[in-house]
């Protein structure tokens, strides 16, 4: 017995199948075509990491205040309560050189913050490791007061809790004697710009300057 397949079947399986034999057409080549990258977020299947306590918690506290549009904001920052406490707190520090390597396109350049000259002579790490970020070398002063010789985050720290602070003289938070890893693989697709926050005045607001505006030194 044979099957009879009605006509609109047929012509239907018939262009069925020259669809699944038709080879797809290729994509238009583009000379300035760009990558797209994402940003996976930290609990993206794979990507996970088991929850490890640290060996000390990081010392910190938390606080609030009304801004000047009445809202209300929190925080947690790093060291001891400066209102009820007037002690010194030490952070360790791990520094991670990174070598930048450029091709053809972008000048065949190399930056290399260990080998890297400064004027003054010293290479691009060292001149970090001798500031005033890691060392307490400059005496600093903001809206006439004097925040101490100290490195240059505790006395920003300091200057904004300055209200606690001049009674509680002893306040500090301080970054420890960096641990300087090995140099590591070059990272040419990244670009990199580091800012700090500058208390110009005694105000809420803050000011902001680059990295290259910090005082050049060259201690002995």
Known sequence: ?????????????VAAASLATAAPAAPAQSSDAKPR?????????????????PAVPLTQFSGSF???????????MAGTDPKTTNISTTFPVVV???????GASNGNRTF???????????SVLRQILVSPIFRSIMSFKSGGQNLGTTQYIDAFQRGNF????????????????PTVLPTSP?????????YVPIPLERSPSASWISMRSMPSCNPT
Request: aromatic residues 8%; glycine residues 4%; positive net charge.
């Open 112 to 122: 290399n913050v260990k080998r890297d000259a400064l004027p003054n002579g010293n």
């Open 96 to 102: 991670i050189p990174i070598k930048m390597v450029y």
């Open 66 to 76: 009304t801004d000047r549009l009445k809202a209300h904001v929190t925080f947690v």
């Open 1 to 13: 017995m044979r099957a009879r397949v009605p006509l609109f079947a047929l012509s239907t399986i």
């Open 186 to 194: 070059s990272m040419s697709q990244f670009r990199t710009a580091l």
């Open 162 to 177: 300055f209200s606690s602070v001049q009674t509680h003289t002893n306040y500090h938070v301080l970054l420890g004697t």
């Open 37 to 53: 990258f994402v940003i996976l977020p930290n609990d993206a299947p794979g990507h996970v990491v088991a929850k490890v306590p």
